[in-house]
């Protein structure tokens, strides 16, 4: 077996240096590409589901449809990513992509399936199922193409990707629809067919041949499936770091999710604006976001790691405090009354930034404390998690808003964020040292 290749002790870090390597360059344009794609299809399926029939029932099902496989099949595409070619895996699910969002405006030219719902579920659905099988991949990949030294940047630039191609994507997709109701679907093709392009230019490491243990040929392929799945979670419950890894992402992720859930509630309630005028604070919470992964990526990329997690899942719970009691009370005294919306904004774009701060040295740890032959299973019950875990509190955060007041929820995350992180600066930090290969 060929030595594995070494990177120089010390690299050089910073946005431009990683894009120097060019494996992780293929790769980070063809996330961005495709995870271009995957909010065109998003936001135009939002649109065409609702013109197609009408509701926003069926609206609400095309999304479920959409997340649904995240959850379902998200384990067994990291045994996938950690026994099979991940280039391959990588490839063929963008040209797989492609090809199911290119059915969506040619059933459009069928007679009968134009103003039909239940093709446009089943197109979503195999759209969704495929996707699953990239992200888990990509992650076990990043590792073996970049230093140590490098994955903070590499992270910083993922979640660069996805805030910027969130924001652009909900811009772009109904402008496109306008020109023409299916014109997204057929950019968002090209996208992943260049996505795939790319990575098939790329030089990705394979996976050394494992050698598995004799098995009884009774044992079907589901059945090693199941037993590579209870691999990657034993090897999660048997290390306190991973653990506390998986907690600060799943909390980053639910306080990001329930911010964009309550936006609406808070600004009518306690700024006393419009619903409508919700991007009063979505949109300093997506700057927030940006701006801590410059930071993080270009110039932070030494920080200590369990410092500033400790620091920002602090600083979390009390800017929640702070966001829902300082405008609310800024709104009794007339005086003051027309800062609460610069107020809500500030502590808004604190939040994002405090995201960052805490999801990119969590995902850099959780890449530096797997081996090769489990960081894809790891990846992919953490997409499991967020995607599946995280939705429950944000439902019942909804639900308690409608009940006890938006700003009564805002404000009892924020003191159990608090209480959480004294909880980990006693407990945890140590779990999050630095790993040692």
Do not use: C
């Not at 391959?88 to 059933?107: D, E, H, K, T």
């Not at 992402?249 to 309550?262: D, P």
């Not at 620091?311 to 829902?324: D, M």
């Amino acid at each position: 077996m060929e030595a594995p290749f070494r990177f120089p002790v010390e690299t050089p870090v910073g946005f431009r240096a990683v894009l120097r390597f060019t494996a992780f360059r293929n790769i980070w344009f063809a996330q961005l590409a495709a995870q271009l794609a995957d909010k065109f299809l998003l936001f135009s399926l939002i649109i065409l589901a609702f013109k197609t029939t009408g509701g926003s029932t069926p609206v609400a099902i095309t999304l479920l449809t959409y997340t649904v496989p995240a959850v379902l099949f998200a384990p067994p595409a990291g045994v996938i990513a950690d026994r099979m070619n991940r280039k391959q895996i990588m490839m063929w699910s963008n040209f797989g992509r492609a090809g199911a969002v290119v059915l969506i405006p040619i059933a459009a030219l069928v007679p009968g399936l134009r103003d039909d719902f239940l093709h446009l579920l089943l197109i979503t659905l195999i759209f969704s199922s495929v996707g699953q099988l990239f992200a888990p991949a990509e992650a076990a990949v990043i590792p073996t193409i970049l230093p140590r030294s490098a994955l903070i940047t590499a992270n910083s630039m993922a979640l660069l990707t996805m805030v910027l191609t969130l924001v652009v994507g909900g811009a772009l997709a109904p402008i496109l629809s306008r020109i023409d109701l299916y014109t997204p679907y057929w950019v968002a093709a090209v996208l992943l067919a260049l996505a795939g392009t790319l990575i098939f230019a790329s030089d990705i490491p394979r996976l050394p041949r494992a050698v598995d243990p004799p098995v009884q040929e009774s044992r079907s392929r589901f059945h090693m499936m199941m037993i590579d799945i209870k691999e990657g979670v034993d090897a999660l419950r048997g290390s306190r770091g991973l653990l506390v890894a998986f907690g600060q992402v799943s909390i980053a992720v639910l306080v990001l999710f329930m911010l964009f859930t309550l936006a609406p509630a808070y600004v009518s309630q306690v700024i006393g604006i419009a619903a409508q005028d919700s991007y009063v604070i979505l949109g300093p919470a997506t700057g927030g976001a940006i701006l801590s992964a410059v930071l993080l990526g270009q110039f932070l990329h030494s920080v200590d790691r369990s410092r500033i997690l400790i620091i920002s899942l602090i600083a979390n719970g009390i800017t929640l405090l702070a966001l829902a009691a300082v405008p609310q009370a800024m709104e009794q005294v007339r005086d003051l009354r027309v800062h609460a919306r610069i107020t809500g904004a500030v502590f808004s774009l604190l939040l994002g930034i405090e995201f960052g701060a805490i999801m990119i040295p969590a995902i850099t740890y959780l890449m530096e404390s797997t081996t090769d032959e489990l960081r894809g299973r790891i990846f992919a019950l953490l997409y499991m998690v967020i995607n599946g875990v995280t939705a429950v509190p944000v439902l019942a955060a909804a639900a308690l808003s409608d009940l006890l007041g938006t700003a009564h929820v805002i404000g009892g995350l924020g003191v159990l964020l608090v209480a959480g992180a004294v909880a980990f600066a006693t407990v945890g930090r140590r779990a999050l040292a630095p790993a040692r290969r």
